[in-house]
Structures are given as structure tokens and as C-alpha cells.
């Protein structure tokens, strides 16, 4: 129906006689991974950074042990400070800072170690503050330590306190600040008094006012941003983090329980460090403190296929009994009596009840290799056969679609696993594409977790679509039963990966419009489906077609590259030569003609782009050109279909820091992936002949006469206008919940059976212009609740609204 002939109003009409289709009171939950610095310097409240000396430049090249702290040599006092591991803390826990003061200043005071804290230490003026470290005399009479919170030109003394007398053993000691400044960007000190050696380790300090107090807890802002939307889960601690690259990068979760000096510390596969401080205890509690059920997620007892040199390795098959015994004492540490061996661990740290696990995750991501199946129907098996009460999480690959999805899917149906977990990151129109793909899933399972999507931006053109996308996740909520937007947070100057859904720094928290996509639906969940009739909604409008396709040639971050013999022409026949690179427009970068037909992209940057627009008659022909790296860290692409602006497809060869070759599409400007990216880089000073073969919808990719990519692209039309209603038996109300992508506004006339016309619906919109972006700062727009008085409602254009009885 064209816009023209669209009636007036927009009828929705809800069939609230149906039985409907029951929804997982699962659907909606959170995804927390240590990426973008979210846990230690986020979400886990301690202030200190490298509090036991366990950096080291695996973790990032110019760290090491003492990153974060400095000497102090104040008023006359003189020492040195080292790091040892001899007769350590504990064997989990080997280097600790060696404080030596040779030389007392003014009133005894020798010599310190002052910390920066994850980008300064952040305090307020009368917050208490608990301080605790464990300290070893050495030598000398360096018997009481100082700890106070100071500016950062140390002139001012916020607040301090005295820790002893220090022991020849190390002893754990304690106590609290109450600061008398509020300073966004303090530091820590500890100084010694005295002459003499003092070992010192576990430096920490951490504000009282954590969320909901728990001491050595999580950032109250943080946390309760996360409260707030209401998940129905929280799905941890990854992601790529469980598998880790390489075995012994795994994150194995007997590790990051009990007291913190005896939890193995290890570089986060994102860049970093993990503390561990924040670990499983710590996020069984937080899930019970939410009222969210926790879903673990444990390696399938193989590494990430993309680790370096090794690929996929899984855990040698002498060692596979000890680690199924690894995840079946999860289980009974989460669930088991507190008399039982793992529930007495559990009890210890102050938790006797037990959590009440229901949901465990099994791998992420994982390639579907013969390795990985035979780890993974160990664990499945076991876990059927010692907990048939958990419900198995599996995993399909890291896309919807592709090999491994596909291989997945029939890997899961042989197991017999209940749920599979499926990521979707991809543009905003693909989410709308997409909106039906759920329903023609076999209802007799494996049933669906969505566990990391996002539409790619955080402007209101993406939070729509994920808001049209979670309306057919309702629809189809008997099927697809969790799902879980990724990433979750994200820190200012430390950000790895976008969109993400709440950004934050040391004193402000960003929610995004994502965020209150996220919360809208969440708040407003039911538990049945029911059937919506919908006459004279918008429609998407398409995509202009062009006759005649462009094509592009291009370089990857920072890399620099020539290009020789571009060939294009009909499919079956000898492609002609291409015009002559002069004739080509540079859109990026720095293009030098090279003679012999040659051309130079010669910039270092984001991404370089040769374009000939108009350059072919679509929808079938060939395009190839010859490629050379000459320096950097990435490789090609090869753009093709160019059919209006924003619009096209493109082959990135050697992309993802040379290691994938991958077939995508761009979507309004949005790239993502088409298919499973292949594990093929590219050598530097080495001619490749690249080919792409565009046949229609299918799209064929060639390096060196090798076919790489076969990927046909069938879309459907985009849902523009989606619609969903929902019964929440508890409140006794239906909810209709409306994602309008079209820049038009809809009037709408609801009728819902049952439900008195004249009083109206109490309606809650976000609405924001398409292009309105949301990270570090406030949202451009805010839900905003009012009263209609009668059955029709405008919906504004670009918008997200819900629309519940009153009350």
C-alpha cells in the first residue's frame, strides 16, 4: 500500500478472546562481560588499581608491577620500593610491593607508595571509606603504617588513618576514612613509619556506599542502572572472556571464589587485567540482590578459535573427568546444602542458603569443530545425567547465519540441548528484516537465547529497531526464551567495542536509548502472546535501485596498500579493464598513481576508499582487481552493489587485525558481516588477484582462483511498523507495545476486547529523531508517560511506545 492510498487511521486490534501464546518469564535479561574496563575501574567499587602487583606486560605491554603506584620521598624521608616473590601471600597471589625506608623524615614519616587509582580516585566530602592491606615486617621499626586519601598534588590531606602494629607474618589490617572532600580525580597513599623493610599486599579501598552496602561490593550507580531495568537474568562472566584465549586463559570459576588473596589473577583476553575481585560469589549475589536468576556461562573445555598461533585447543583428554567434576561442583556450590563440600565454600563467605540455579551456559561462540563437539556431549552428558534440573545453554556460532550456525543448530538437535545461543550484531534494517525469522522455529526446541545483540549505533534509528526486533521476540516467546543486549557497559578513554548500552566514567553514569528500549520492554513484560491485527501500516520505504552498480577499492585501518589491473564486465565473458584510476574519486585517504596502471593508498588512518560510481550494469557481473600491502596492520576491501549512498556490499580481506576475511553489507552507512568470517590473513608485499562475482542476490568471492565466500543474501521486507500485545495476568492489563521506524506520525486506533474505550490508555514514548545519538552524555530523549483519554493515539515518528490501561 503506498502512503497515498494509507487510510487515515491505523487500526490495531487485539484478540484478547485467543488463549495467545505463553511467554518465557525468562525473555528479558542483561549480559555483564569485563569488557570496555566494566568490572575492575567499573562496576566492582575498588578504588585501587593493580592493588596486588600482579601486572605485568603480558597483560599490556608497558605494564608491569608497580604500574599505578609511585615512591614517595616526602619531607625528608628516603627509601626504595621493589616487588618480590619470595615467600609470597599466597601461591595464587605471588608478587607484593617491598616498601624499604632508609632515611625518616619530619615526625617519623618514612618513605610510601602513593596509587592513581583507574583514572584518579573519585571520593565525596563525608563518604566513609574502608581501607585494608596485608603487611609484613621485614626489618627495622617501619611497625605502623599511615593511610590516607590526598589531592592529587598531594598538598591536601582528605582524610587518613593509622594501620598496626606490622607483624614478621603477614597479617590483614583494616580500617576506615571518612574523607573531607569530595575530589573527582584524589589519590591513595599508605606510608610507613619509621626505618625499616615492610612487605605490603592486597592494597585496597573501597567506598561503604556501595550498592545495598554489601562491604567490598559493586559501584552503587552502576549496580542500580543495571537494577533498574528489571532484568529477568544476568548472563556472565562472557562472552569471548569464559573461553579465553589459549587453555590457560580460561576463566575456570573455582578460581575467583573465596578470599580475595587466594583468587587466581590473569590478563583479560579484551587487553587487561582481571582482579578477580569481582567473581562468581560476587555475581550469584548481585543476581539475588536484583531479584535476576544468574546464568553462568563455563568453556565448552575448548579455547577460542581465535587464539594466536594454536587456534581451538581443547583440554587434553586425561584432564577432561577433572574438569566435568569442575562444572558439576558449580552446581552443587550454587545449589548444594551448606554441609556439602562446595556448599560449605559457598556458606563460608556468608552465603548458607542456597542460590538456586536454574540456567548454565556451555561454551560461546565456539567453532563447531570435532573438538568441540566431543568436550561439549562430555559436559552435556554429565550434567543430564547428575542435574537433569539445569537447563543447558549451548552455542551456534558467533553469527545467525553460516557455517557454524548451521552446523550448531544440527549439533544441538543430535544433543538434545535445550537452549542454543545465538549473537546477532548487525544494522538497523537487518533487525527489521528479521522480525520473522522466529516464526517458523520448531516449537519442540532447541529453543532460543539471543545472548548478545545490537543494532551497531546507539541513535534512536538503531534503538527502534532493537525495539522492533525484542516485539518479535515477545511474539514468539514460547520459542525464544532469554535474550540479553551486548555489550553491557562501557567506560569513557576505555572503550573497545560500540554500540554499548550504558557508558559511565568515574562520577556519571550515560544510560543510552537503547538503554531505555531495554527498560521499556522489561517493566512492561507479560506472560502471553496475543494475536494483533494491524490494517494500513506504514510500510518501509525500499531501497532505491540504481541499474548500474559502483564499485570501490580500499584499504583497512591503517594500512597501506597498491591496487593494479581492475577488470569488470558481464558474467561468462573476459572482463575489459576497468577506467583508469585517474578517473576514480578518492572518498578517504591518500591515493598516489604509481605508473604501469598502478595506484598508491599511502595514509595511515581509520580506512581508505577508491570509488567509481556507476561503474557496471547490474545485477550480474564480475569485478577483480590486483592488491599489495605495503605496510600495516590490516588488509583490502573490495566494495561492489554500490547502489545509492550508505547502500552497498563489501569484501574486507585480511580485516580484524589480519586475521579474517569477511563478506559484508552496508546498510544506511552500517556495516555487518553476511556470513562466518574465515581465518585467512594476508602477507605484506605479496600480489593477491581478488574476484567477486555478483550473480543477483548471490555473491561469490575468490583469492587467488580460491573461492573464499558463496553467500546468498535473501532479504525480506522490513517490518517499518511493529506491533505486539501482551496480557500480564498478575495486573490483569493488555499492553500493546509499537515500534514505528518511518519518519511519519500514525495515528492509531486501538481496539482491545474487553477493555472500556472511553478510559483511555496511560502511553509512554521515546521518541528522537533518526540520527540522535546517545553515548558519553545524556540521551537526546527520555520515555515520557501521559494519559489519552479515548482509543486513538498518535505515534510519533521514529518512536518506541507502550501503551497500558490506567490505573
Same mark, same amino acid.
Given at each position: 500500500?503506498?502512503?497515498?492510498?494509507?487510510?487515515?487511521?491505523?487500526?490495531?486490534?487485539?484478540?484478547?478472546?485467543?488463549?495467545?501464546?505463553?511467554?518465557?518469564?525468562?525473555?528479558?535479561?542483561?549480559?555483564?562481560?569485563?569488557?570496555?574496563?566494566?568490572?575492575?575501574?567499573?562496576?566492582?567499587?575498588?578504588?585501587? +588499581?593493580?592493588?596486588?602487583?600482579?601486572?605485568?606486560?603480558?597483560?599490556?605491554?608497558?605494564?608491569?608491577?608497580?604500574?599505578?603506584?609511585?615512591?614517595?620521598?616526602?619531607?625528608?624521608?628516603?627509601?626504595?620500593?621493589?616487588?618480590?616473590?619470595?615467600?609470597?601471600?599466597?601461591?595464587?597471589?605471588?608478587?607484593?610491593?617491598?616498601?624499604?625506608?632508609?632515611?625518616?623524615?619530619?615526625?617519623?614519616?618514612?618513605?610510601?607508595?602513593?596509587?592513581?587509582?583507574?583514572?584518579?580516585?573519585?571520593?565525596?566530602?563525608?563518604?566513609?571509606?574502608?581501607?585494608?592491606?596485608?603487611? !609484613?615486617?621485614?626489618?627495622?621499626?617501619?611497625?605502623?603504617?599511615?593511610?590516607?586519601?590526598?589531592?592529587?598534588?598531594?598538598?591536601?590531606?582528605?582524610?587518613?588513618?593509622?594501620?598496626?602494629?606490622?607483624?614478621?607474618?603477614?597479617? !590483614?589490617?583494616?580500617?576506615?576514612? $571518612?574523607?573531607?572532600?569530595?575530589?573527582?580525580?584524589?589519590?591513595?597513599?599508605?606510608?610507613?613509619?619509621?626505618?625499616?623493610?615492610?612487605?605490603?599486599?592486597?592494597?585496597?579501598?573501597?567506598? +561503604?556506599?556501595?550498592? !545495598?552496602?554489601?562491604?567490598?561490593?559493586?559501584?552503587?550507580?552502576?549496580?542500580?542502572?543495571?537494577?533498574?531495568?528489571?532484568?529477568?537474568?544476568?548472563? &556472565?562472566?562472557?562472552?569471548?572472556?569464559?573461553?579465553?584465549?589459549?587453555?590457560?586463559?580460561?576463566?575456570?570459576?573455582?578460581?575467583?571464589?573465596?578470599?580475595?588473596?587466594?583468587?587466581?589473577?590473569?590478563?583479560?583476553?579484551?587487553?587487561?587485567?582481571?582482579?578477580?575481585?569481582?567473581?562468581?560469589?560476587?555475581?550469584?549475589? &548481585?543476581?539475588?540482590?536484583?531479584?535476576?536468576?544468574?546464568?553462568?556461562?563455563?568453556?565448552?573445555?575448548?579455547?577460542?578459535?581465535?587464539?594466536?598461533?594454536?587456534?581451538?585447543?581443547?583440554?587434553?583428554?586425561?584432564?577432561?573427568?577433572?574438569?566435568?567434576?569442575?562444572?558439576?561442583?558449580?552446581?552443587?556450590?550454587?545449589?548444594?546444602?551448606?554441609?556439602?563440600?562446595?556448599?560449605?565454600?559457598?556458606?563460608?563467605?556468608?552465603?548458607?542458603?542456597?542460590?538456586?540455579?536454574?540456567?548454565?551456559?556451555?561454551?560461546?561462540?565456539?567453532?563447531?569443530?570435532?573438538?568441540?563437539?566431543?568436550?561439549?556431549?562430555?559436559?552435556?552428558?554429565?550434567?543430564?545425567?547428575?542435574?537433569?534440573?539445569?537447563?543447558?545453554?549451548? $552455542?551456534?556460532?558467533?553469527?545467525?547465519?553460516?557455517?557454524?550456525?548451521?552446523?550448531?543448530?544440527?549439533?544441538?538437535?543430535? +544433543?538434545?540441548?535445550?537452549?542454543?545461543?545465538?549473537?546477532?550484531?548487525?544494522?538497523?534494517?537487518?533487525?527489521?528484516?528479521?522480525?520473522?525469522?522466529?516464526?517458523?522455529?520448531?516449537?519442540?526446541?532447541?529453543?532460543?537465547?539471543?545472548?548478545?545483540?545490537?543494532?551497531?549505533?546507539?541513535?534512536?534509528?538503531?534503538?527502534?529497531?532493537?525495539?522492533?526486533?525484542?516485539?518479535?521476540?515477545?511474539?514468539?516467546?514460547?520459542?525464544?526464551?532469554?535474550?540479553?543486549?551486548?555489550?553491557?557497559?562501557?567506560?569513557?578513554?576505555?572503550? +573497545?567495542?560500540?554500540?554499548?548500552?550504558?557508558?559511565?566514567?568515574?562520577?556519571?553514569?550515560?544510560?543510552?536509548?537503547?538503554?531505555?528500549?531495554?527498560?521499556?520492554?522489561?517493566?512492561?513484560?507479560?506472560? $502471553?502472546?496475543?494475536?494483533?491485527?494491524?490494517?494500513?501500516?506504514?510500510?518501509?520505504?525500499?531501497?532505491?535501485?540504481? $541499474? !548500474?552498480?559502483?564499485?570501490?577499492?580500499?584499504?583497512?585501518?591503517?594500512?597501506?596498500?597498491?591496487?593494479?589491473?581492475?577488470?569488470?564486465?558481464?558474467?561468462?565473458?573476459?572482463?575489459?579493464?576497468?577506467?583508469?584510476?585517474?578517473?576514480?574519486?578518492?572518498?578517504?585517504?591518500?591515493?598516489?598513481?604509481?605508473?604501469?596502471?598502478?595506484?598508491?593508498?599511502?595514509?595511515?588512518?581509520?580506512?581508505?576508499?577508491?570509488?567509481?560510481?556507476?561503474?557496471?550494469?547490474?545485477?550480474?557481473?564480475?569485478?577483480?582487481?590486483?592488491?599489495?600491502?605495503?605496510?600495516?596492520?590490516?588488509? &583490502?576491501?573490495?566494495?561492489?552493489?554500490?547502489?545509492?549512498?550508505?547502500?552497498?556490499?563489501?569484501?574486507?580481506?585480511?580485516?580484524?587485525?589480519?586475521?579474517?576475511?569477511?563478506?559484508?553489507?552496508?546498510?544506511?552507512?552500517?556495516?555487518?558481516?553476511?556470513?562466518?568470517?574465515?581465518?585467512?590473513?594476508?602477507?605484506?608485499?605479496?600480489?593477491?588477484?581478488?574476484?567477486?562475482?555478483?550473480?543477483?542476490?548471490?555473491?561469490?568471492?575468490?583469492?587467488?582462483?580460491?573461492?573464499?565466500?558463496?553467500?546468498?543474501?535473501?532479504?525480506?521486507?522490513?517490518?517499518?511498523?511493529?506491533?505486539?500485545?501482551?496480557?500480564?495476568?498478575?495486573?490483569?492489563?493488555?499492553?500493546?507495545?509499537?515500534?514505528?521506524?518511518?519518519?511519519?506520525?500514525?495515528?492509531?486506533?486501538?481496539?482491545?476486547?474487553?477493555?472500556?474505550?472511553?478510559?483511555?490508555?496511560?502511553?509512554?514514548?521515546?521518541?528522537?529523531?533518526?540520527?540522535?545519538?546517545?553515548?558519553?552524555?545524556?540521551?537526546?530523549?527520555?520515555?515520557?508517560?501521559?494519559?489519552?483519554?479515548?482509543?486513538?493515539?498518535?505515534?510519533?515518528?521514529?518512536?518506541?511506545?507502550?501503551?497500558?490501561?490506567?490505573?
Amino acid at each position: 500500500m503506498s502512503e497515498s492510498a494509507r487510510p487515515l487511521e491505523t487500526v490495531v486490534e487485539v484478540d484478547t478472546a485467543a488463549p495467545g501464546t505463553a511467554i518465557s518469564p525468562d525473555l528479558f535479561g542483561v549480559f555483564f562481560e569485563d569488557l570496555n574496563h566494566a568490572a575492575d575501574g567499573g562496576l566492582y567499587a575498588e578504588l585501587v +588499581q593493580n592493588r596486588s602487583f600482579e601486572y605485568t606486560p603480558a597483560h599490556r605491554p608497558e605494564w608491569h608491577a608497580l604500574t599505578a603506584w609511585e615512591l614517595l620521598e616526602r619531607d625528608g624521608a628516603a627509601g626504595s620500593v621493589a616487588v618480590s616473590a619470595e615467600a609470597p601471600l599466597h601461591p595464587a597471589n605471588p608478587h607484593y610491593a617491598v616498601l624499604r625506608t632508609i632515611a625518616a623524615g619530619v615526625a617519623g614519616r618514612g618513605a610510601g607508595l602513593r596509587n592513581e587509582g583507574f583514572d584518579g580516585i573519585a571520593v565525596r566530602a563525608g563518604e566513609a571509606y574502608d581501607v585494608s592491606l596485608f603487611a !609484613r615486617l621485614a626489618d627495622g621499626s617501619a611497625d605502623r603504617l599511615v593511610a590516607q586519601i590526598e589531592s592529587r598534588d598531594g598538598s591536601r590531606v582528605y582524610g587518613q588513618a593509622e594501620l598496626g602494629p606490622v607483624h614478621g607474618s603477614w597479617q !590483614r589490617h583494616s580500617a576506615v576514612i $571518612t574523607c573531607e572532600a569530595t575530589d573527582p580525580d584524589a589519590r591513595f597513599a599508605v606510608v610507613a613509619t619509621g626505618v625499616g623493610t615492610v612487605h605490603l599486599d592486597l592494597v585496597s579501598l573501597f567506598p +561503604q556506599a556501595t550498592f !545495598r552496602q554489601r562491604p567490598g561490593g559493586l559501584r552503587a550507580d552502576l549496580a542500580q542502572a543495571i537494577a533498574d531495568l528489571k532484568p529477568k537474568f544476568v548472563r &556472565f562472566p562472557g562472552g569471548c572472556l569464559a573461553h579465553g584465549l589459549g587453555l590457560g586463559n580460561m576463566y575456570r570459576w573455582p578460581e575467583t571464589i573465596g578470599p580475595l588473596h587466594e583468587r587466581r589473577q590473569q590478563r583479560n583476553l579484551w587487553g587487561y587485567h582481571q582482579s578477580m575481585g569481582l567473581g562468581y560469589y560476587e555475581y550469584f549475589q &548481585f543476581c539475588e540482590d536484583i531479584g535476576a536468576k544468574p546464568l553462568p556461562v563455563v568453556p565448552a573445555g575448548v579455547c577460542c578459535q581465535n587464539t594466536d598461533v594454536t587456534g581451538q585447543v581443547g583440554i587434553p583428554q586425561e584432564e577432561m573427568s577433572a574438569y566435568v567434576a569442575e562444572v558439576l561442583a558449580l552446581v552443587e556450590w550454587a545449589n548444594g546444602p551448606a554441609d556439602s563440600h562446595w556448599g560449605a565454600l559457598r556458606a563460608a563467605a556468608g552465603h548458607p542458603e542456597p542460590f538456586g540455579l536454574e540456567y548454565l551456559g556451555v561454551g560461546n561462540e565456539d567453532a563447531i569443530t570435532d573438538t568441540f563437539r566431543d568436550r561439549f556431549s562430555r559436559i552435556h552428558n554429565a550434567l543430564r545425567e547428575h542435574h537433569p534440573e539445569i537447563t543447558v545453554v549451548g $552455542t551456534v556460532g558467533p553469527s545467525p547465519s553460516g557455517e557454524d550456525w548451521e552446523k550448531g543448530w544440527a549439533f544441538a538437535r543430535e +544433543q538434545r540441548v535445550p537452549i542454543v545461543d545465538e549473537h546477532s550484531y548487525k544494522s538497523p534494517r537487518w533487525f527489521l528484516e528479521n522480525t520473522r525469522r522466529f516464526d517458523a522455529m520448531d516449537r519442540e526446541g532447541p529453543h532460543l537465547y539471543i545472548g548478545e545483540y545490537a543494532a551497531r549505533d546507539n541513535d534512536m534509528r538503531s534503538a527502534i529497531a532493537e525495539a522492533a526486533y525484542m516485539i518479535a521476540m515477545e511474539r514468539d516467546g514460547d520459542v525464544v526464551r532469554l535474550a540479553s543486549y551486548a555489550p553491557l557497559l562501557a567506560k569513557r578513554g576505555h572503550t +573497545q567495542w560500540l554500540p554499548d548500552l550504558i557508558y559511565f566514567d568515574n562520577t556519571n553514569v550515560w544510560p543510552t536509548l537503547n538503554y531505555h528500549v531495554q527498560r521499556m520492554h522489561s517493566v512492561n513484560s507479560g506472560d $502471553t502472546a496475543l494475536p494483533v491485527t494491524v490494517v494500513g501500516a506504514p510500510q518501509a520505504r525500499p531501497v532505491p535501485a540504481a $541499474t !548500474r552498480h559502483g564499485v570501490h577499492i580500499g584499504t583497512s585501518s591503517d594500512t597501506r596498500a597498491e591496487f593494479t589491473d581492475a577488470r569488470l564486465g558481464p558474467l561468462g565473458v573476459e572482463a575489459a579493464p576497468a577506467p583508469d584510476f585517474a578517473d576514480w574519486v578518492a572518498e578517504s585517504g591518500s591515493w598516489e598513481p604509481d605508473g604501469d596502471g598502478r595506484i598508491r593508498q599511502t595514509a595511515n588512518g581509520p580506512g581508505a576508499s577508491l570509488v567509481l560510481a556507476d561503474a557496471v550494469d547490474g545485477p550480474s557481473y564480475a569485478f577483480s582487481v590486483r592488491a599489495r600491502k605495503t605496510g600495516g596492520g590490516e588488509g &583490502f576491501t573490495i566494495g561492489f552493489a554500490a547502489t545509492s549512498p550508505g547502500n552497498w556490499y563489501q569484501w574486507t580481506v585480511g580485516g580484524w587485525r589480519n586475521v579474517f576475511t569477511r563478506l559484508q553489507r552496508v546498510d544506511d552507512g552500517v556495516e555487518h558481516d553476511l556470513n562466518d568470517p574465515v581465518a585467512v590473513p594476508i602477507e605484506t608485499g605479496r600480489w593477491y588477484d581478488l574476484r567477486v562475482e555478483v550473480d543477483g542476490r548471490r555473491i561469490r568471492c575468490y583469492r587467488d582462483g580460491e573461492l573464499v565466500h558463496d553467500f546468498e543474501d535473501a532479504r525480506a521486507t522490513p517490518e517499518a511498523f511493529a506491533v505486539s500485545a501482551v496480557r500480564d495476568s498478575a495486573a490483569g492489563d493488555v499492553i500493546v507495545k509499537i515500534a514505528n521506524s518511518t519518519p511519519e506520525p500514525v495515528a492509531v486506533r486501538l481496539r482491545v476486547a474487553g477493555a472500556d474505550a472511553d478510559a483511555g490508555f496511560v502511553r509512554t514514548v521515546l521518541a528522537a529523531p533518526p540520527h540522535a545519538t546517545s553515548r558519553f552524555g545524556l540521551a537526546p530523549a527520555a520515555p515520557v508517560e501521559d494519559r489519552l483519554p479515548g482509543p486513538v493515539c498518535d505515534i510519533p515518528p521514529h518512536s518506541f511506545t507502550v501503551l497500558r490501561p490506567p490505573r
